[in-house]
């Protein structure tokens, strides 16, 4: 492990709920709640201030209703969320060229690799730089954990929240972590953790004095060998800059179908050899494996196996193969055979016991789904729909977003990010002087910290940058 604490843990703080509040001054200190608004909605994120109510991600949204009832719920805007999460990543990669994103508001920097920092001072002002600029770029705030590892740069950032920066220094790492919940470690879900407390392992200490056989006799051997290893805060991870390919695969057509089941079968032995040798060309591996075939008559079909972890290992991808060629009837003839892996990402993120479950859900994932849906369940009238908190134009009052809408009406605040908070007006859903309109950028060229002198010719100077789009429609 490097001696000084030069991997940096960016995340930002309530990110889609401090969007929505730089776009809408009138949102600014209060309770804002992002996610589905439909029936089985749920919390994508809630602000600073609708967390003190109890507020959280994933939380029902009707649960969330009952503990915030005066917080502002808005449907999410990914396009936006994507095109700042890009601005900041932007910064970071010029801090350095090993940048690990792991989600839109999260990543890894390799500060020592950029030749940024070197030691436990150049490295603080590093991270101090990073927000002062995110600040400057996105007007948002991010927490900034500087240690010498990923597992404790992650950690750092989270005790840095909200808007802080956290440097652990090296060799205090052990006694910092032993009081903390095994949760705090990567790799630990609700899952593992349930399991670990059921053997009576509820903290880091009680993990390093349970030792490693205990671990391995719980977890299983990888699991249970990782963990050992990050409660004794041996972490080595390098930070790897982002992965081009989502996947790596190969395939063959065939001039004459193959119709022989063992030349299907050898071929497909063949295919994962070299999908191999190419996963491994590109220092990668992936956790699920996907056979691809095309039968005489043109009908494809893929199946795929999700692994317990991430594996480049040919010896496991050929025999899934195998497994996932057994459930495809071949007795027509075979025109095209390929095999695949995918899942390449840091598979660290996630619970592997979990995993091992069979239960794996990405959370994020989850939400995202579940906060898209509900677009479909806002009023429409006359085709069009007015999702709570999504721009909008009115011919003579100018930019605005969708305050609530129902029974004909749509109620929208008229304010921008650079202005004041605005005032509310009503009108007809199907007013013809009302449109949906793209997000605004929330900073000004020029302007800093998101707050600018008072824009007095409105909404009309700000010029809506096109890459916000929004996904939902
Ligand atoms: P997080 O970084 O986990 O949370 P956050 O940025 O809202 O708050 P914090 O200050 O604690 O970091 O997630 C980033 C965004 O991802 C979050 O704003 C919304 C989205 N998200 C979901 O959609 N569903 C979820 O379950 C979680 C955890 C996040
Ligand atoms: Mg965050
Ligand atoms: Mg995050």
């Not at 991870?237 to 996947?247: D, F, G, I």
């Not at 075939?293 to 043109?298: G, N, P, S, W």
Request: aromatic residues 4%.
């Amino acid at each position: 492990m490097r001696t000084a604490p030069t991997i940096l843990h960016l995340d930002m703080d309530a990110f889609f709920a401090s969007v929505e509040q730089a776009s809408k001054p009138s949102l600014r200190g209060k309770a804002v709640v992002v996610g589905g608004l439909g029936p089985r909605g749920v919390v994508a994120t809630a602000s600073y201030e609708a967390r003190v109510l109890g507020v959280h991600s994933a939380m029902p949204m009707g649960q969330a209703r009952r503990l915030a009832p005066n917080a502002a719920y808005l449907v999410p805007r990914f396009g936006l969320y994507k095109a700042i999460s890009d601005q900041v990543m932007e910064l970071l990669r010029a801090l350095s060229p090993l940048v690990e994103p792991l989600s839109l508001d999260e990543a890894f920097v390799d500060l020592e690799a950029g030749g940024v920092a070197w030691d436990e001072a150049s490295a603080r002002l590093a991270g101090v730089r990073l927000r002062a600029d995110i600040r400057a770029v996105t007007g948002l705030t991010g927490s900034v954990g500087l240690a010498a590892s990923k597992m404790l740069a992650k950690i750092a950032s989270e005790q840095a929240k909200p808007d802080g920066l956290v440097v652990i220094q090296p060799g205090t790492e052990r006694a910092m972590l032993a009081p903390m919940p095994v949760r705090t470690l990567p790799g630990v879900g609700p899952a593992t953790g349930d399991h670990l407390r059921r053997a009576g392992i509820t903290t880091v200490e009680d993990i390093v004095e349970a030792g490693e056989d205990e671990l391995v006799r719980l977890l299983g051997k990888a699991h249970g060998h990782g963990l050992y290893a990050m409660a004794l805060a041996r972490d080595d991870r390098p930070v790897t800059a982002e992965r081009e390919a989502k996947s790596v695969s190969v395939e063959d057509t065939y001039d004459v179908d193959i119709h022989d089941r063992l030349r299907v079968g050898l071929e497909v032995q063949r295919l994962a050899d070299r999908c191999v040798r190419r996963l491994r060309g590109a220092g990668l591996s992936g956790r699920t494996i996907v056979l691809k075939v095309r039968r005489f008559d043109f009908s494809t079909l893929t199946r795929s196996e999700t692994l317990r972890g991430p594996t480049d290992d040919p010896g496991v991808i050929r025999e899934a193969a195998a497994r996932l060629l057994d459930s495809v009837d071949t007795t027509g003839g075979v025109r095209l055979l390929g095999v695949g892996v995918t899942g390449l990402a840091d598979y660290t993120q996630e619970d592997l016991f979990a995993q091992a479950a069979g239960a794996r859900v990405s959370t994020e994932r989850a939400v995202e789904e579940h906060a898209m849906a509900p677009a479909e369940e806002q009023p429409v009238f006359a085709g069009r729909r007015w999702p709570a908190g999504h721009d909008v134009r009115h011919a003579e009052f100018g930019h605005g977003w969708v305050q609530g809408s129902g029974l004909g009406r749509v109620t929208v605040r008229f304010e921008t990010p650079g202005s004041e908070p605005g005032r509310v007006r009503t009108f007809r859903t199907d007013d013809p002087d009302l449109e949906p309109a793209d997000p605004l950028p929330l900073v000004l060229p020029g302007q800093d910290k998101g707050r600018g002198p008072k824009d007095e010719t409105g909404a009309s100077r700000l010029r809506p940058v096109a890459q916000y789009t929004d996904a939902d429609g």
